[in-house]
C-alpha cells in the first residue's frame, strides 16, 4: 500500500522567502502524486500533479515540485513566498490501478509572515 | 460552473443519533469520494462511488456508509454517532474515466459534523 510523509506540521516564512514543503513517499512502484491546498474553510484545490511525464512540475500560484525516484521525494517549493499563500499544503500518492483512491499525508500549515 | 456542492454546512448531533450528510457533485463528474478530516488524524478515506457502484471503501466501521443516487449525487449516513465521529466530512468528485489512480479530485468546502 502507498503512503505518503510529511515533514513538518507547520513551517514559518517571511514574505519573499523561499517556500519548501518536504513530502517522501512509500509505494513498491512509482504512483502518482498530487499536492493540494486548503484554505480556512474551504475544500481542498490542487495545485499540481504527477503522472510520470516530466519530473519536475509546474502548478498554480507560481509552486513547483520535482518528482526524484531515488530519494522518493516530492517535494514542493516557491521562490517566493506571498502572504496569500498561507494555507495548510497536503501531499497525496495514489497508486496506478486497482480503483486506487488518494492517500494524503497529515498536512504542513504554511505560516508566512511579513 | 458549479462547484462541488455539500450541506449541510454544520450539523450538531449527540451521541448515538444518526447524521446524513449531501454532496452534488460537479456536471459531468460521475465519481464520489468521501472523505474525513479530523483534527490531528488528516485526510481519511471513507468511500468512493462511481456510477452508483460502491468501488472502494476505507477503513471505517460498518455504520459509516453511503450512496450514490442515479444524478451522481452522494449520501454519507453516520449512524450511532461517537464523539470520535466529529470531523470535517468532504465530499470530491472526478471525471469518468479510468481507475488508474491518475483523476483528479474536485472538493467541496464539507460539512462540520459535530457529535456532543
Known amino acids: 500500500a502507498q503512503s505518503v510523509t510529511q515533514l513538518g506540521s507547520h513551517v514559518s516564512v517571511s514574505e519573499g522567502a523561499l517556500v519548501l514543503l518536504r513530502c517522501n513517499y512509500s509505494?513498491?512502484?512509482?504512483?502518482?502524486l498530487f499536492w493540494y491546498v486548503q484554505y480556512p474553510n474551504q475544500g481542498l484545490q490542487l495545485l499540481l500533479k504527477?503522472?510520470?511525464?516530466?519530473?519536475l512540475v509546474k502548478g498554480i500560484n507560481g509552486f513547483e515540485a520535482e518528482f526524484k525516484k531515488s530519494e522518493t521525494s516530492f517535494h514542493l517549493t516557491k521562490p517566493s513566498a506571498h502572504m496569500s499563500d498561507a494555507a495548510e499544503y497536503f501531499c497525496?500518492?495514489?497508486?496506478?490501478?486497482?480503483?486506487?483512491?488518494?492517500?494524503f499525508g497529515k498536512g504542513t500549515m504554511l505560516l508566512v509572515s511579513p | 460552473e458549479a462547484g462541488v456542492t455539500q450541506s449541510p454546512t454544520h450539523l450538531i448531533k449527540t451521541r448515538g443519533q444518526q447524521a446524513t450528510l449531501r454532496c452534488s457533485p460537479i456536471?459531468?463528474?460521475?465519481?464520489v469520494y468521501w472523505y474525513q478530516q479530523a483534527l490531528g488524524l488528516g485526510l481519511q478515506f471513507l468511500l468512493w462511488?462511481?456510477?452508483?457502484?460502491?468501488?472502494n471503501r476505507g477503513n471505517f466501521p460498518p455504520r459509516f456508509s453511503g450512496r450514490q443516487f442515479p444524478n451522481y449525487s452522494s449520501e454519507l449516513n453516520v449512524n450511532a454517532l461517537e464523539l470520535e465521529d466529529s470531523a470535517l466530512y468532504l465530499c470530491?468528485?472526478?471525471?469518468?474515466?479510468?481507475?488508474?489512480?491518475?483523476?483528479?479530485?474536485?472538493f467541496g468546502a464539507g460539512s462540520r459534523l459535530t457529535v456532543l
Open positions: 509505494s513498491s512502484v512509482p504512483p502518482y
Open positions: 497525496a500518492v495514489s497508486a496506478h490501478s486497482g480503483y486506487s483512491t488518494l492517500t
Open positions: 462511488y462511481d456510477e452508483g457502484e460502491e468501488r
Open positions: 470530491a468528485s472526478s471525471l469518468p474515466g479510468d481507475s488508474s489512480g491518475a483523476n483528479v479530485l474536485t
Open positions: 456536471s459531468g463528474h460521475t465519481s
Open positions: 504527477y503522472t510520470s511525464a516530466a519530473t
